[in-house]
């Protein structure tokens, strides 16, 4: 009862606000009228490794100045896919997804994500998936290296000289240029207002296509929340202990897991020491190519791996057992097969581009000496080093300000996110008067999926109002997976 008399006070307090921001704020342009799109698509099928069917859509490119200021210059494809709407009398304005990393292509992570998290939106809407330039089919930019074989000064080193193999001018491949590409999209398409979803960095490039075009936005979902002024691994070190130590909480709150691993915390903390004291060969076969791996486990290389593996709680739940296994017996199979199936499948030539320009030089040393004396230690410093030799763009005098906006929006967060948890959200619900801040009990980076939330995210789209959402509490039925005790499974 007390959830629905807060929620309903949440509702007013917001229509309240949004009357005051309204009074302040002069009646936004209208919009221009859709026109007839000017983008030849042709039929084409979307799949995913281990998907046994594909989806249907509808393909094409853009052709785009890589440098928007040479329009004569050279040209760049932005590949684009657009997962048609089942009903004969579909809405008139899509669902754009923006990928997260960045360096996720939209195209290669909508197959696994439609039937769960936007197959009820497909239903009367067209979905959007435009390859972020640097990804996908998008003039694609990967750094060849193999991670798993190199040393950590060899890894930095190979993505030191990345920029020299690029096909492309990696200043032109930034958040600002991806917006530019987004407008024209919209237009080639024939669309007047648009849905945006973003997910992790996705929702850094919604904040800023909203800031720069904020009469075609209807709706906003971000997920995995960044504001503006955030940047990569300044506090992950910070953040990810806390996620790390709710883990912990949480097994030691769980009879099975407790009783499993009594001490899970100073075991952890030991093999901080050992690693750092002894790195350990590991050699095994890649879980996903087969080939062998070989290389030093040191402390750095671990805790990366840990930090990866609480990002997604079907991951951490497995990860008192493997953490167990690598202190009694030296056993870093599990940890090393998880993280490595755990791949995110990133461009990486785009993430460079994007992180060197607009994170790296405004990592504050402040957040540098928070992070130092954690778990994972300053996460920023190699970045930092291999961005000392990249190019960078150009970034525009707001990127860091407050978007403000009364375009219906939630926001979607998990308690336990190790690199972007709730607290941004929070910052970011600020400037957003006609928000809703949903938080998943226990849940790590990315909530699209999970319990009600799909629904909560349909029938914002459908009603483009707060208020006709069902009861968002529903949110907190949401919980984590058990623990594994065993690699039989969790206990039943």
Not at 222 to 250: C, E, H, N, Q
Not at 269 to 282: H, K
Request: charged fraction near 20%; hydrophobic fraction near 40%; charge should be negative.
């Amino acid at each position: 009862m007390m959830d629905k008399i807060r929620h309903s006070a949440r509702r007013v307090l917001r229509l309240v606000i949004l009357g005051i921001f309204l009074i302040g704020c002069a009646a936004p342009a209208t919009p221009t009228p859709a026109v007839a799109p000017t983008l030849p698509l042709e039929d084409c099928q979307l799949t995913a490794p281990g998907m046994a069917e594909s989806i249907r859509a509808r393909c094409g490119e853009l052709s785009v100045p890589e440098d928007p200021d040479n329009p004569g210059g050279r040209q760049i494809a932005l590949h684009v896919a657009v997962a048609p709407a089942v009903s004969r009398s579909p809405q008139p304005d899509p669902l754009f997804l923006l990928a997260g990393g960045p360096g996720q292509s939209a195209i290669e992570a909508y197959p696994v994500m439609l039937t769960a998290a936007f197959g009820i939106i497909n239903q009367d809407r067209d979905v959007v998936l435009l390859d972020q330039r640097g990804t996908g089919k998008s003039n694609p930019l990967q750094c060849e290296l193999h991670e798993d074989t190199l040393s950590d000064a060899e890894v930095t080193a190979a993505l030191q000289t990345c920029p020299t193999t690029l096909d492309a001018d990696a200043r032109f491949y930034t958040t600002e240029m991806a917006v530019s590409d987004l407008e024209a999209m919209r237009i080639a398409l024939g669309y007047d207002q648009i849905n945006l979803y973003g997910a992790s960095y996705g929702t850094r490039l919604a904040q800023a296509y909203l800031r720069r075009h904020p009469d075609r936005v209807r709706t906003l979902v971000l997920d995995a929340v960044v504001s503006p002024d955030f940047t990569i691994y300044a506090s992950a070190g910070v953040d990810g202990a806390a996620a790390l130590d709710k883990m912990f909480a949480r097994c030691q709150a769980d009879s099975a897991c407790q009783s499993a691993f009594p001490d899970l915390q100073a075991e952890f903390t030991a093999l901080l020491t050992r690693l750092e004291e002894n790195p350990v060969e590991v050699s095994l076969a890649n879980p996903i190519t087969g080939e062998p791996l070989h290389f030093e486990m040191t402390r750095a290389r671990f805790t990366r791996m840990v930090f990866a593996l609480l990002y997604a709680p079907e991951v951490t739940a497995l990860l008192p057992l493997s953490l167990h296994a690598a202190y009694a017996d030296g056993n870093f199979a599990p940890l090393v097969t998880q993280a490595t199936a755990s791949d995110a499948g990133l461009y990486q030539g785009l993430l460079y581009a994007v992180v060197c320009t607009e994170d790296a030089p405004y990592v504050a040393p402040e957040e540098i000496a928070q992070s130092a004396d954690t778990y994972f230690g300053d996460m920023s410093e190699s970045l930092r080093e291999v961005c000392a030799t990249w190019p960078r763009g150009d970034v525009p005098a707001d990127h860091t300000a407050p978007v403000t906006s009364n375009v219906p929006t939630l926001l979607l967060s998990g308690e336990a996110d190790p690199i972007t948890p709730p607290r941004y959200a929070e910052q970011v619900a600020q400037t957003l008067p006609n928000s809703e801040h949903l938080i998943a009990p226990g849940m790590g980076h990315g909530n699209i999926i999970r319990g009600c939330i799909p629904h909560l995210v349909s029938d914002l789209v459908k009603h483009a109002s707060l208020d006709e959402l069902e009861d968002v509490a529903c949110v907190q039925a949401i919980a984590p997976p058990p623990f594994f005790v065993s690699f039989t499974g969790p206990t039943p």
